[in-house]
């Protein structure tokens, strides 16, 4: 299901489903869309799963994906990677903090020389992706080439930074 302004909702055989809201993604298991809850001025609310039952078969799943969405940015925000299970409501708990300064700076020395190893185009290209996260289209159109080499430049990339990862982890 897509409705033109940046929204996708993929349902597969497996039981999973794909959200998309323009640049962001996240997939769950459809089996955990049951009750819904909700919190509103510091009240918890269920909506009973038998709700849903009347309406269209997407708008539970667009709940939940709106939801995950929701947490996923205030999880990045705050600077923690979460562990996210549908039954757990325990959120601080999965909460991980973030590297030690002296971690994030041996991190970063460690992928600056990694980018060092690539071509000025691999380098352009791995930084748009990865850090300002734009489609592999959206960089084809700017730098004027098709989306399969901007595909094949990222492949080349990564597997020339995980070959030589083990050379620098070792030091």
Known sequence: MENGGGVQLSVFREGYALY??????????????????YENEGQKICVDADF??????????????????AKNRDSY??????????????????????????????????????????TERQKDIVITYFYYGKTQWEIAKELGITQP????????ALRRMRESYGSISNK
Do not use: N
Not at 20 to 37: H, L
Not at 87 to 99: C, G, I, R, T, Y
Not at 149 to 156: D, F, G, P, Y
């Open 149 to 156: 080499t901007v595909s094949q430049t990222l492949m080349s």
């Open 52 to 69: 849903f039952e009347g309406q269209e078969w997407y708008v539970r799943l667009l709940l939940e994906g709106e939801d995950r969405l």
């Open 20 to 37: 998309r809201v323009e640049k962001y993604t996240t997939v769950f298991p459809v089996y955990s869309c049951g009750d819904y809850y």
């Open 77 to 118: 925000c705050k600077g923690r990677v979460v562990s996210y299970h549908a039954v757990s409501e325990e959120w601080f708990l999965l909460a991980s903090p973030a590297l030690l300064p002296l971690e994030q700076l041996i991190e970063k020395e460690k992928i600056l020389e990694l980018m060092g190893m690539l």
